[in-house]
Every structure is written in C-alpha cells, then in structure tokens.
C-alpha cells in the first residue's frame, strides 16, 4: 500500500520505517526540515534502538522518504496515518492545534480524490475522531466522510526504548471504525505480524488507549507506593513483587478490572485501611490507598444520585451481601446504599434469599422473600447478578426504570435502562 505518515516523531518515524520494512511505499510529512533532510539521508532524526538500521535499509530501497510538502504526500497515497503530538495545555486539558492543522491541510488535499483513509494514531480522547477530525477533514475537503473517503483511529503501544519491537511484536492491533471494510484494510498493513486483532467503533479505540496508559501509570504509582511501605516495615519489595507476579489469573489477571460498584467484604475494605494506617504511623503518606478507599465510597454515592433522578417513593434493591453467592453482609456496599436510600425515607423492597438480618437491625422490615414483591416498586436496582434476577427482569415491564450494577446485558436495550459505569 502507499502510506503517508504526518509526523517524524517517535511514533510517526518507528511507523513509518516499520511500515517500509513490512513492504509499504511510505512518505513521512513533516515541517522541521532537518527530520526531513535527516530522514531522507537514511538516519534517525533521535535515537531509538534498531531504527536507523530500518530507516537507512528503507531508503536504499526507496520505500521511504521524506517531504515537507502534504498535498504531495497525500495524492502519491492511499491511506494517511497522522501521527502529530497531542501535548498537554497548562490546565491539563489536550491540546489538538497540531492535529488540527493537519487535518486541515489533509481535507484540502483530499479535493478532487477518491476512497482516501485517513486513520489517527495520534492519542486523542474518546470521540474525538467524530467530532472534531471528521468536521476538520470535512470542511477543508468539501466532501462526506464514510462516502468520499474514511476515517479511522488505531492507536499505537510504542514505547520508547523498545519501539521497533513493540511494532513489530506488540499485544495487540486495534482499529477503530464505522465500517468493517475501511478497518480491514487497516489491518492489512500489518499483515504477516502475528497479534490479537481487534476491530471496534473510533469512540472504544480511543478510549482504550487511555485505559492502557492509565492503568501502567497507576502500576508504576502502585508498585512505588507499595515498596515504600513494604521498606518501612523491613521488607523487600521486590522480593515480594516477583511472587505476587506468579499469580496471573488473578493479580495479572481479568480479576476486578470490570468497571462495577464498589467493593466490600471482609478483606480489602479492612486491608486497605491497615495498610493505610501502617504506612502513616511510620509517617509515610499514602496518597494512592487514601483515593482507593475515596473513590469506592464515591462509587456507592453515584448509585445513590443516579437513583435518585427518578425521584422514587420506593425502590426494590435486587442483592444486599457484599457479592453474589454468599450471604456476608461485612462492608457490603449494597448494605450502604440500602441505610442511605432508607435514610431518605425512601420505602424498600430488599431481596436477597441467603441473607439472614438480625431483628436489631433498620433494614430487617423490608427483606422480602419472592422478588416478584419488587415488581411494585418506582425503581429497580440490580446489585446481583443471578438467575432469578436475570428471569425478573426479563419478565418486567419495558417502563420500569432499572438502575444496573452488574450489567445484565437482557436489560440493556431497555429505553429506562442505566447502567452504573456503562
């Protein structure tokens, strides 16, 4: 294929010899002429490993070159992969000048052609592509996206220091589209790299990669906060780490990363807090466990608000142990939830057959034995997810506003549907 990369950056320079490598006829745009001229002479405009041996091969072999000139670059191509910085404003929020006027100077080339995919690798937020790209190439093209040419978003997972290696053996290839066909050709420029491959709307291609960073800078906060205090108390950490490490089914697994309500039970409430505790009576702070413990507190506080926009005199609460399949009330925060919606004089409907409360207890009046006694309720909150639940719901009338916990899916394409995080 004939590619145009914007950008001789980190990601637009590794993507672009990476793609001549694989066999592309490749044109990297940019406006600093000394990468262009650095480029062009088969040398790596900053170093990374491996990649003026790709840059320096690709040249020879005239797959690669670089120009200032975009109108050029964009008619000697069919798919144009922008790859320009999204750097921070002083408020934190992402500036997009860059992209833009890129995006500008593409749509006004893109006059008069045909079928050209445009595809952002650049880290843009969720939705982005779709209202801001799209109107940019729009405007500046005077034609339709999805009808004169396509869009498309397939972040990248570079990191410096071993970019050349995470292209061409990464975790993972996805494209964000809104037709399979544009997505397919996308894929098709990483033919012959062995990887997961995954097609999805631009909205969960963007969002993703932010997830991924996100979640390795709150690993490094982690491992850091973790080993400070693991060091107070005499302890390797590292020693530690390589065995919680062995566990990959659930420490490195899937295990409690599905976006949900909050957590609770015996354990990580009471383990949070002492190791919190600990930590500060060594006169460690602990901001990373201090957010844990507020963000899970917060997470039963949006239940609550979300509840409370159907303004109900009563709700019927599906579950009340701190998980499914047990009956464990400790620091259950469906118990949390129930004492708040009852503080508010708001009438209950419990329903949870292997609770047992004590009579003491506020909540004892309105546990409920057959969940169809939920059906007279304003509003139904589905905090388990079990068979009777599921066949509760279904059999539920399509206007009863459900507010879901768990994210049952027979629920979801109900116009009074909410889900908590989804």
């Not at 405007?139 to 004169?148: M, N």
């Not at 142990?321 to 129930?338: I, N, Q, V, W, Y």
């Amino acid at each position: 294929m004939k590619i145009s990369v914007f950008g001789i950056g980190y990601v637009g320079a590794v993507s672009a010899a990476c793609l001549a490598e694989s066999g592309h006829n490749v044109t990297a745009v940019d406006i600093d002429q000394h990468k262009i001229d650095t480029l062009n002479a088969g040398k790596t405009p900053f170093y990374e490993p491996d990649l003026e041996h790709l840059i320096s091969q690709n040249v020879k072999r005239q797959r690669l070159r670089a120009t200032n000139d975009c109108k050029e670059a964009v008619l000697a191509s069919d798919l144009s992969l922008i790859c320009v910085g999204t750097p921070s404003n002083d408020d934190g929020a992402l500036d997009l000048r860059y992209i833009e006027a890129v995006c500008a100077q593409i749509g006004e080339a893109l006059q008069g052609t045909s079928d050209h995919i445009v595809v952002i690798r650049s880290t843009v937020l969720p939705g982005t592509l779709d209202t801001v790209i799209r109107p940019v190439l729009e405007k500046a093209s005077g034609q339709i996206a999805g009808q004169d040419f396509f869009i498309a978003n397939n972040p990248e997972f570079l990191r410096e220091g071993c970019a050349v290696a995470d292209y061409q053996k990464p975790t993972m290839i996805v494209v964000g589209a809104h037709g399979e066909d544009t997505a397919n050709k996308i894929l098709s420029l990483y033919d012959g790299i062995e990887a997961p491959k995954t097609i999805c709307n631009p909205s969960t291609a963007e969002g993703l990669k932010y997830v991924s960073n996100a979640w390795r800078a709150n690993k490094v906060s982690f491992a850091n906060e973790v080993g400070n205090i693991l060091q107070a108390h005499g302890v390797d950490s590292h020693a530690v780490m390589d065995i919680f490490f062995s566990d990959t089914q659930i420490n490195l697994g899937k295990s409690f990363l599905t976006p949900g309500f909050a957590f609770g039970g015996s354990c990580l409430p009471k383990d949070v807090r002492a190791i919190k505790h600990s930590a500060n009576d060594k006169g460690l702070s602990t901001p990373l466990f201090n957010s844990i413990l507020e963000a899970n507190t917060q997470q039963i506080d949006r239940a609550m608000e979300m509840i409370e926009t159907h303004s109900p005199k009563s709700v019927g609460l599906i579950g009340l142990s701190f998980k499914a399949g047990t009956d464990d009330l400790r620091e259950s925060p469906l118990m949390a939830l129930a004492h708040k919606l009852n503080a508010r004089g708001i009438t209950l409907s419990i329903y949870d057959p292997l609770v047992k409360i004590r009579n003491d207890d506020k909540l004892s009046p309105h546990m409920v034995q057959d969940i169809d006694a939920l059906n007279t309720t304003d509003v139904i909150v589905v905090g388990h997810k079990t068979e009777d639940a599921l066949k509760f719901i279904q059999d539920l009338g399509n206007d009863k506003p459900i507010i879901d916990l768990v994210r049952i899916a027979e629920a979801e394409t109900r116009s009074s549907y909410a889900g908590i995080c989804w």
